[in-house]
């Protein structure tokens, strides 16, 4: 089923609220045959010691955000911007441009050699990176589910506000999304709703290329 069909590939970016199951759809569609690529790993590479955009971010916010072996301070960081709005949309405006050419390109890579593809973009509509793709789906959980899950990440309650409020609502996404999959049971519910939601993305490809 999942199988790249020479010159027709499916390239899809799966969306969500924090915390709401998006790497565990990508990690069944990893496992369908699709190539992964996760945004955060991307921003992750793109602010490595040494790198210019931390070097730029260092000028924004002094280096204050470096751990003492030179890589980000993430949780220094994250603590300043989601408290400070406009510190949000500086950090936004150094990173995801960045990103989005990095997606970019992997996306012409895949669809050059035929491959089929996931990325994983949280802020996909925030950061204006909904166009381009064969499909969008979006996962949603309940938000006591997800509100768990950064207690287990470590959040405080006043953290987790913050963080949400600095997203889309989930049914705003998934109003625009071309699929949704609820991630409100358990891993084997979530892996039949992901697989049927990329037949169905495959079946409606071949259609549209046929």
Known sequence: MSAAKPGRPAIVAVTGGIACGKSE???????????????????????????AALDALCADFGEGILAPDGTLDRARLAARVFADATARRQLEARVHPAVAERVDGWRRTLRREGRHGAALVPLLYEAGMAEGWDAVICVVDAEARVRARLRDRGLTDAEADLRLAAQWPPDAKARRADYVIGNRADRAAL???T???WRRILQQKEKCDA
Do not use: F, K, N, Y
């Open 191 to 193: 892996e039949r709703a």
């Open 25 to 51: 759809v990508g990690r069944i569609l990893a496992a369908q045959g699709v190539e992964v690529l996760d945004t955060d790993e991307v921003a992750r590479a793109l602010l490595a010691p040494g790198s």
């Open 195 to 197: 697989i049927e939601v």
